[in-house]
């Protein structure tokens, strides 16, 4: 069986919305769960409101603050994560999608197509289409930072 792109997105998009929490039982409180093709409004989002979901594997814990479709069809979904010291929130890996990682506080070592670079708050990395990458908090205290992720159309 052979799978597109877009399969592989979905599918992968799937994984990592199930790590995130999405498509698990609602927590009173929490911000609605995004309908299938849910297109994404204008608004303004409070992160602090936002409740945090522990990943799977306890190294992390993540508000996811939107996921849903842009008016021009493209899938766009931003979460913020806490990693603890010393740890990766995944083995490297190559994503379907372009990916903006935006560092809030701490260190983290990231490696894009073999590249390296230890980086502090404030920096910014773009990920292309299916470059190869992993990043690992590389300080003494939890790193913070957000993760955008746009897919191609529907």
């Avoid at 052979?2 to 790590?19: H, I, K, P, Q, Y």
């Avoid at 409070?46 to 992390?60: E, L």
């Avoid at 994560?81 to 260190?107: D, F």
Wanted: net charge negative; hydrophobic share 35%; charged share 20%.
């Amino acid at each position: 069986m052979e799978f597109s792109r877009r399969d592989m997105a979905l599918l992968l998009s799937a994984l990592g919305a199930s790590e995130l929490g999405f498509g698990q039982e609602q927590k009173p409180g929490s911000p609605p769960k995004p309908a299938e093709n849910a297109v994404l409004e204008g608004k303004i989002y409070h992160v602090d409101s936002m409740p945090w979901r522990n990943s799977t594997s306890g190294v992390s814990k993540s508000r996811a603050l939107f996921n849903g479709f842009t008016t021009r069809g493209q899938h766009l979904t931003m979460h913020m994560t806490e990693l603890a010291p010393g740890q990766a929130p995944h083995p490297a890996a190559r994503q379907p999608h372009e990916e903006i990682l935006i560092l809030r506080q701490g260190t983290v070592e990231c490696t894009i197509n073999g590249e390296k670079a230890t980086l502090e708050a404030g920096a910014v990395v773009y990920s292309a289409y299916n470059d190869l990458k992993d990043w690992k908090n590389a300080g003494s205290d939890p790193a913070v930072y957000y993760v955008i992720s746009l897919e191609e159309h529907k």
